[in-house]
Nanobody
């Protein structure tokens, strides 16, 4: 069974930074893309950023320049560095990954989510 486990969320003040981590574990042959999504209260889940196995990245336009996604393929881990945080960044952040098993079948997995709260 594959699991994605997030860590690094918390309560910060506006302007501060946080770094989220997400580690994939279980029976994994390879991981294609890994990414982060977020869902604020009363809103739909939205893309934050995604990174391919080769390191290509894509960001939500509104977050470019403040958030940086990266991954460590050897550790099956993806990171999200969030700088200059704003109250509107408050949300539950979810890790996402497309993982291939030994049979060549790929499927999407989600983490349980980690709360990020930006408030003074």
């Amino acid at each position: 069974q594959v699991q994605l486990v997030e860590s690094g969320g918390g309560l910060v003040q506006p302007g501060e930074s946080l770094r989220l981590s997400c580690a994939a574990s279980g029976i994994i042959f390879s991981i294609n893309h890994m990414g982060w999504y977020r869902q604020a209260p009363g809103k739909q889940r939205e893309l934050v950023a995604v990174v391919t196995r080769g390191g290509s990245t894509n960001y939500a336009d509104s977050l470019k320049g403040r958030f940086t996604i990266s991954r460590d393929n050897a550790k099956n881990t993806v990171f999200l560095q969030m700088n200059s945080l704003k109250p509107e960044d408050t949300a539950v952040y979810y890790c996402n990954a497309e993982i291939r098993n030994r049979g060549g079948i790929s499927r999407e997995y989600w983490g349980q989510g980690t709360q990020v709260t930006v408030s003074s």
